[in-house]
């Protein structure tokens, strides 16, 4: 059997930003899980990521890889300082009030790096540099390559800290029913800091290993964001797995439309189908229905 | 599950306090045409009409009734570019176009919400976040209808017997009109017993049904009239610039318009007023201000929306029974 080159090339880097979106969401979902709220600054903290590693890979001269380790830990911190300042201090800790906050804190966020780092797009070279190589016919490049490794492994990690550790458990707990995490002794404020610093890594990962594909400013928060809350929703909000199957889903159909169909409408197909999903499976592919009716 | 919004205040009773303060607030509104000191103003006056009617809709149906739709921009571009397509291209009245849109936009909001109303939850505000981005689309992609990204030119003004409405200080009286009906409406509404059921079906969705509330007929009416008054401010907002571009629709204005009305406070009557106030300001001030003002209205964005309940007329009424206890 002959695959396409053209076909191929188009399936690895709709796999490519697939998993940017994967990771993404699964951020966001990290934080659904634990507060209820839609978080409008998970695409700020993606962007952030990126700049950070420049940042410390021109700056710094570090190597790349270090580089992007750092990026993540910084970005970490800033999810753990929003909370602390900005969300622990709500008087009412809905769902709604904290989803619209997340409008501020994603505001606050992008101006602070515009003022600090500039408005100028940043790049660095990719972890093995920018090398191309030859995978079946068609030439992809290795931080694509790079980008699927690094999203199996964290996929993995995050399936290993939910399903496997206590603190995981304990989050799991906290999403499944407060009252009762909170009587055997699981400290809900915890579980949504911990929510906060895990989803800001995984944004700044998810950054940090996009950037030498792209190129990054302090105003591709938004998109990015909203990708991976669509990549969200279209495997199902909150379900992890869903993520990773809604992301490179999204990733793969944005790349097949926009290389045979139209570019003009490719995001229209990818949320079309949101819209279809939507409608017959209100929770996502992979959601499982907690649907109560009224 | 964590409830999607706070549960609603009990509605206050303040005898006729509402209409005459109402009245008293049209009245002031009718000097502007007089003390604005150019027509940019002047137009600005309008703007606020339609961002009035956008955020005071939103708010019946976000803070009275609970259901949070992410969607109010895509209704209002749905209004705008109906009316503006039937009446740039076929030739329809601006009147009958603006008729069309308050039709249109209501029909969308059904079959949007019988899949959606039916359940709890997120599903609502999920599906509207899909709406919203497919019709941006739309309004991009179907260059032949909606002129693309350049945006829908053409669209004529409001004339009424041969007078033209669209010159700024008649429009303005048009909108201050219509408007001004709109939140009489509203008031009513909410004071009605449908508005009455609505705070009942934000508070417990299941103390409303044993109550006797038919709560899915009622979320879907809420969210129809919502929608229908978004259209009703899409058709005034295209017929006053007689052009429309898709931008203006975007999922972010959605977002920006719930900001609005939380910073107006959810469920209050006179918290749109302020919402309005500031987002009709808003681009005014982001034009003169740049890279640091940014940072400070997204603080002050965070402190009011998350440290004041009740919004902006919320601190305000706390600031007035303050007065009086003194």
């Not at chain 1, 926009?258 to 197909?269: E, H, I, N, P, V």
């Not at chain 2, 879907?220 to 008054?229: G, K, N, R």
């Given at each position: ?294 | ?24 607030a049209w009245a002031i509104l009718l000097a502007w045409p007089w003390l604005a000191p150019n027509d940019y103003l002047l137009s600005l006056g309008s703007s606020f009409f339609i961002n009035l009617l956008l955020i005071a809709s ?14 109010q921009a895509a209704f209002f571009g749905l209004g705008a570019y109906a009316s503006g397509i039937l009446t740039a291209q076929h030739g329809w009245s601006p009147w009958l176009g603006t008729a069309a849109a308050m039709v249109i936009c209501p ?28 019709l941006s689309?739309?309004f991009v992609?179907l260059v032949g209808l909606t002129g693309g990204p350049n945006g829908l030119i053409g669209i004529p003004s409001f004339s009424l017997g041969g007078m033209d409405l669209g010159e700024p200080s008649k429009f303005y009286l048009l909108a201050w009109l219509v408007t001004g009906a709109v939140m009489l409406g509203l ?40 929608a229908a008054i978004a259209g009703l401010a899409g058709a005034l907002y295209g017929h006053q610039n007689n052009f429309v571009s898709p931008d203006t629709f975007s999922?972010?204005t959605?977002?920006?318009l719930?900001?609005m ?11 749109p007023f302020?919402g309005a106030l500031i987002y009709t300001a808003l681009p005014e001030l982001m034009r ?39």
């Amino acid at each position: 059997m002959t695959i396409d080159p053209a076909l191929l090339q188009i399936v690895f880097s709709g796999l490519g930003t697939g998993s940017i979106y994967a990771l993404i969401a699964v951020g966001f979902n990290i934080i659904f899980k634990s507060t209820g709220a839609l978080n409008f600054a998970q695409g700020d903290w993606v962007m952030m990521g990126g700049l950070l590693a420049a940042l410390a890979f021109h700056r710094g001269d570090v190597p790349v890889w270090l580089a992007c380790l750092v990026a993540t830990l910084a970005v970490a911190l800033a999810g753990w300082l929003s909370e602390r300042i900005v969300i622990r201090p709500l008087r009412q800790r809905v769902a709604l009030t904290i989803t619209l906050v997340s409008v501020g804190l994603s505001l606050v966020s992008k101006s602070l790096v515009m003022l600090t780092l500039g408005k100028n797009p940043q790049g660095f070279p990719g972890l093995s540099g920018d090398r191309m190589i030859p995978v079946l016919g068609a030439t992809v490049n290795l931080q694509t390559l790079w980008i699927l490794a690094l999203t199996l492994v964290l996929m993995l990690a995050t399936h290993l800290f939910f399903g496997h550790t206590r603190l995981g458990t304990a989050m799991r707990a906290a999403a499944a029913n407060p009252e009762a995490a909170a009587l055997v002794g699981i400290s809900n404020r915890r579980i949504v800091t911990v929510s906060f610093i895990l989803a800001a890594g995984v944004g700044g990962v998810a950054g940090a290993i996009i950037t030498p594909m792209t190129l990054m400013s302090y105003d591709s928060g938004a998109m990015l964001g909203f990708k991976g809350f669509s990549a969200a929703m279209l495997g199902g909000l909150g379900n992890l797995y869903g993520a990773a199957v809604g992301g490179l889903l999204l990733g793969l159909l944005e790349a097949l439309v926009g290389g045979y169909l139209t570019s003009q409408f490719k995001d229209a197909a990818a949320f079309f189908l949101l819209l279809v999903i939507l409608v017959l499976r209100p929770q996502g592919l992979m959601g499982r229905a907690e649907i109560t009716k009224v | 599950m964590t409830p999607l919004t706070t549960p609603a205040r009990p509605a206050a009773s303040h005898g006729d306090g509402g209409v005459r303060a109402l009245a008293l607030a049209w009245a002031i509104l009718l000097a502007w045409p007089w003390l604005a000191p150019n027509d940019y103003l002047l137009s600005l006056g309008s703007s606020f009409f339609i961002n009035l009617l956008l955020i005071a809709s939103l708010n019946l149906l976000v803070g009275y009734a609970g259901q949070v739709s992410m969607a109010q921009a895509a209704f209002f571009g749905l209004g705008a570019y109906a009316s503006g397509i039937l009446t740039a291209q076929h030739g329809w009245s601006p009147w009958l176009g603006t008729a069309a849109a308050m039709v249109i936009c209501p029909l969308a909001a059904v079959i949007v919400g019988l899949p959606t109303l039916r359940l709890r939850g997120h599903y609502l505000a999920m599906a509207t976040v899909g709406l919203n981005v497919i019709l941006s689309v739309f309004f991009v992609g179907l260059v032949g209808l909606t002129g693309g990204p350049n945006g829908l030119i053409g669209i004529p003004s409001f004339s009424l017997g041969g007078m033209d409405l669209g010159e700024p200080s008649k429009f303005y009286l048009l909108a201050w009109l219509v408007t001004g009906a709109v939140m009489l409406g509203l008031l009513f509404l909410t004071r009605s017993r449908a508005g009455r059921a609505l705070r009942a079906i934000a508070a417990s969705d299941i103390g409303a049904e044993c109550m006797g509330i038919a709560v899915f007929r009622h979320k879907i009416a809420v969210f129809a009239l919502c929608a229908a008054i978004a259209g009703l401010a899409g058709a005034l907002y295209g017929h006053q610039n007689n052009f429309v571009s898709p931008d203006t629709f975007s999922f972010f204005t959605s977002v920006l318009l719930l900001v609005m009305v939380a910073i107006g406070g959810f469920g209050r009557y006179w918290g749109p007023f302020f919402g309005a106030l500031i987002y009709t300001a808003l681009p005014e001030l982001m034009r003169a201000w740049h890279d640091t003002e940014l940072l400070l209205f997204g603080a002050a964005m965070i402190v009011v929306v998350g440290f004041l309940p009740g919004g902006l007329a919320g601190g305000l009424a706390r600031l007035r029974s303050v007065g009086r206890s003194r």
